[in-house]
């Protein structure tokens, strides 16, 4: 069984959406504009490419990301590996970035029982939140910025459901305030 990991830049009030500067939202680039940048922070994210199998995207990442990251050097890991889209709704995968779109939930959780690394997922709120009322994440890869950011799309879910106990297994403080927290579900 391969692992899942939602991987997140998250301000401490759960906010994820535009950390890198997309438009529309009024904190766009908070991760860069708000904080004062420190490269130690950014160790997980390479560790990622390296350890992992897949990426796994939802269809709105999957758009924004298609026409950029194939020609970021610093994501050469990520270009090279597996893709997978969840969505209801895309015709065909993008020729720039192609990737094996998935219908569903349950096509996911059979993605999961197949053998090789861990699937990555990035942004992707809405799939990241579904995948875990679904009780398929088995980690998340946190980097928390000391700020509250208010409205915005949130890495958690608002479902009432039962709770979801996770065990922290590393963690990290730098000296911008940033935190890496790692966390296991516990199951």
Do not use: C
Request: glycine letters at 8%.
């Amino acid at each position: 069984m391969r692992t899942l990991i939602i991987t997140s830049f998250v301000s401490v009030d759960g906010v994820m959406e535009a950390p890198g500067g997309e438009p529309g939202y009024r904190n766009s680039g908070w991760t860069f504009n708000a904080v004062e940048m420190d490269e130690k922070a950014f160790e997980i994210k390479g560790r990622e490419q390296q350890e992992a199998g897949a990426l796994l995207l939802g269809r709105r990442s999957y758009e924004a990301f298609a026409p950029v990251w194939p020609s970021m050097e610093e994501f050469a890991e990520y270009n090279a590996m597996p893709r997978y889209v969840v969505s209801t709704t895309l015709a065909d995968e993008d020729p720039r970035w192609p990737a094996t779109i998935l219908r569903s939930l349950d096509d996911v959780a059979e993605l999961k029982r197949t053998e090789g690394g861990p699937i990555i997922v990035h942004g992707s709120a809405e799939l990241g939140a579904a995948l875990a009322d679904a009780g398929l994440v088995d980690r998340y890869h946190l980097v928390v910025y000391p700020l509250l950011l208010g409205a915005g799309k949130r890495l958690f879910s608002e479902t009432d459901k039962d709770l979801t106990k996770l065990n922290l297994v590393e963690h990290a403080v730098y000296s911008n305030g940033v935190q890496k927290q790692v966390f296991d579900v516990v199951r």
